[in-house]
């Protein structure tokens, strides 16, 4: 996935590699950078910027409690977004706002280093239709007792590229990760949601959960509709019991899964996953 060549960078449209930090920064050495993503659907001659003003408020209260307090507001990030979508071509992206320092400061003395934020965006032609195969993955889902999940921290990411990668080696696409109780947590970059008898099961928000926006936007749009909705502890046991699966995140939408591990679920062709699906394409391309 290739980024824009022109990015937003620190109120102004630049070209991309003018935001490079540099080779010295802590956000190459440290990780210390936080990022969100959301996505700009084009629906005709229009933008729909799905949930922009949570999706910048949670990164702008990251930034700020990495300090990496970012100079810019939520309304000045959100004329950026639209100023950067008017450089792009009229179809549907994701676009990337980060916060980093691009100072040669490689240890944790920030003082000098006053933050930048980019955005950029990546075109979103993506399969959203073919079931992911996911593996229960022997990586454990970093702790929010060792770094809260909702800052959203570039270095707390090595975590989920690992469980992705251990997947792959498997032979899956994805891994579920559990959290340190054992209980079902959610995937590298996605929220997991089961369907027994018509009715969706989450794991229930506890720090080492995260709320996703498109989770809330499934609970919410479920509730509506007359679908049951249970937030509850999900231990590995319990997959055996379930219809079907799916995942849910800004970039992934809402994706099937044919299985985790050994369990295999029907789920592209359950009537309650299509439902979730109908619903919630209906709502972003309108
Ligand atoms: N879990 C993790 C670990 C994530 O990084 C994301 C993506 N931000 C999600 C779930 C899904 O969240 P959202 O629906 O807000 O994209």
Same mark, same amino acid.
């Given at each position: 996935m290739r980024a824009s060549d022109h990015v937003w960078f620190d109120g102004r449209i630049v070209e991309r590699e003018q935001a490079s930090p540099s080779v010295a920064s802590n956000c190459l050495h440290l990780g210390i950078a936080v990022f969100d993503g959301m996505m700009a659907y084009r629906n005709g001659d229009r933008w729909n910027v799905h949930r922009e003003t949570e999706h910048l408020e949670r990164f702008v209260a990251g930034a700020s409690r990495m300090d990496l307090d970012a100079r810019w507001s939520v309304e000045q990030l959100s004329r950026g977004a639209h100023d950067l979508l008017a450089t792009l071509p009229p179809r549907t992206h994701y676009l990337r706002p980060i916060a980093y320092r691009c100072a040669p400061e490689v240890l944790f003395d920030t003082d000098n280093a006053t933050p930048s934020v980019c955005m950029f965006a990546i075109e979103a032609a993506r399969d959203l239709d073919t079931p992911l195969s996911c593996q229960l993955s022997p990586v454990q889902r970093v702790s929010h007792r060792a770094i809260p999940v909702t800052w959203k921290v570039s270095g707390a990411y090595a975590n989920s590229c690992h469980a992705e990668t251990e997947a792959r080696r498997a032979g899956f696409d994805t891994g579920l990760l559990l959290d340190d109780r054992g209980l079902v947590a959610e995937t590298s970059t996605s929220n997991v949601f089961f369907? %027994?008898?018509? +009715?969706?099961?989450? #794991? %229930?928000?506890?720090? !080492?959960? $995260?709320? @996703?926006?498109? +989770?809330?936007?499934?609970?919410?749009?479920?509730? *509506?509709? @007359?679908?049951?909705?249970?937030? +509850?502890?999900? !231990?590995?046991?319990?997959?055996? /019991? $379930?219809? /079907? /699966? $799916? &995942? =849910?995140?800004? &970039?992934?939408?809402? +994706?099937?899964?044919? =299985?985790? @591990? #050994?369990?295999?679920?029907?789920?592209?062709? !359950?009537?309650?996953? *299509? @439902?979730?699906?109908d619903r919630f394409r209906a709502l972003t391309h309108a």
């Open positions: 369907v %027994r008898h018509g +009715r969706l099961l989450t #794991p %229930r928000l506890t720090g !080492d959960i $995260f709320p @996703g926006i498109t +989770r809330q936007v499934v609970i919410e749009q479920a509730l *509506r509709d @007359g679908i049951a909705v249970e937030e +509850r502890d999900i !231990d590995p046991s319990h997959l055996e /019991a $379930f219809n /079907a /699966a $799916f &995942l =849910c995140g800004t &970039l992934s939408e809402i +994706r099937p899964l044919s =299985c985790v @591990g #050994p369990h295999a679920y029907a789920s592209a062709a !359950d009537p309650t996953v *299509r @439902g979730v699906i």
